[in-house]
């Protein structure tokens, strides 16, 4: 698990992860946590996400899918997601 944090002020405003992740078929279950709402709709868990995916697609053995669970009425995660 990875903390999301703002750089310039080192402020942990949520977590962020791919598990469990399933070696054998190249899968992964991608987990994210805005905590901080104060700090919600600027655009850090898109640019957290996208280092993530971007890692987990790049890497040496990159996995072929990532899956999530999102609930239908989070609107601002299912934009996010479905941009990603």
Do not use: Q
């Not at 698990?1 to 469990?20: L, R, S, W």
């Not at 700090?39 to 280092?51: I, L």
């Not at 899918?65 to 989070?74: G, Y």
Request: hydrophobic share 40%; charged share 35%.
């Amino acid at each position: 698990m990875g903390a999301i944090k703002i750089k310039n002020f080192d402020k942990h405003i949520g977590n962020i992860k791919v598990e469990p992740i399933n070696y054998k078929y190249s899968l992964g279950e991608f987990e994210i946590l805005m905590g901080d709402k104060s700090e919600w709709n600027k655009g850090y868990a898109k640019e957290a996400s996208k280092v993530v995916m971007d890692y987990f697609f790049e890497k040496e053995e990159p996995l072929r899918k990532i899956t999530l669970c999102v609930l239908e009425e989070n609107k601002a995660a299912v934009k996010l997601y479905k941009n990603l």
